[in-house]
């Protein structure tokens, strides 16, 4: 079946690092591939997308982009933030199930020091 | 705003009860969803409804039942069978059809911790 397979964390990093986090996949579909961030005690927000080959999502200085050569979908951002500090998701959703199963990584944990 | 609202944020239990957590969107949208979170682990899906009055079984349903008797609201019932019910659990909801684009939208999460 489908799954995702990103880095272990946690990942800790000064401020203005680049920040790299891996995540691969397989699927036997045509996903869209996701990330997704989760501050502390709060619920998972979209941060970036990427529906087809090639593609790549940027938001919030992020970016990512769909590899179907190499199944991937890695994140990075050129100089993190505090503020930055998070558990990061990927995920992906196929579209020959409607969308409606989206499969998670099992999340990778960010930690910026000052 | 729209958005999804969870409740309660937190919630104590003792073995042997059932509890309800609730969901409801304001954001028209068809599909809603519960997962459940444990410590380092991803999201695992527990059901979830794509239409009104309908609703399938996701990876970890036992032990959880729910109903979806109207499009807004997706409550979810930890019954006293759920053997480790202790956990952080999160409601979201998405676009159907073909104007799924397959991007969920969460709620803020309600801890349920079983004393």
């Known amino acids: 079946g489908d799954s995702v397979t990103q880095m272990e964390g946690p990942v800790t990093l000064s401020e203005e690092a680049f920040l790299t986090i891996n995540c691969t996949y397989t699927a036997t579909g045509y996903p869209s591939l996701f990330w997704y961030v989760q501050y502390p005690g709060e619920g998972l927000q979209l941060l970036l997308k990427a529906t087809k080959a090639d593609d790549k999502g940027s938001n919030k200085g992020f970016e990512a982009t769909y590899r179907k050569e190499t199944t991937s979908f890695h994140l990075e951002k050129g100089s993190v933030q505090v503020s930055d500090s998070a558990v990061y998701f990927c995920a992906l959703s196929d579209q020959n199930t409607g969308g409606f199963k989206t499969i998670f990584g099992a999340g990778t944990r960010l930690f910026v020091k000052a | 705003d729209g958005g999804i609202t969870q409740s309660p944020k937190y919630l104590f239990r003792k073995e042997g009860q059932n509890v309800t957590l609730s969901c409801e969107q304001n954001?028209?949208?068809?599909?809603m969803y519960w997962y459940r979170q444990d410590p380092g682990q991803g999201l695992r899906l527990i059901y979830y409804?794509?239409?009104?009055?309908?609703?399938q079984k996701g990876d970890i349903a036992e032990g959880y039942s729910v109903s979806r008797e109207k499009k807004e609201s997706f409550p979810l019932t930890v019954t006293s069978a759920q053997k480790n019910p202790t956990a952080f659990y999160l409601c979201a909801s998405s676009r159907a059809g073909r104007v799924n684009t397959g991007e969920l939208f969460f709620g803020e999460g309600s801890r349920l911790t079983v004393l």
């Open positions: 954001l028209n949208h068809d599909a």
């Open positions: 409804s794509q239409i009104v009055n309908d609703f």
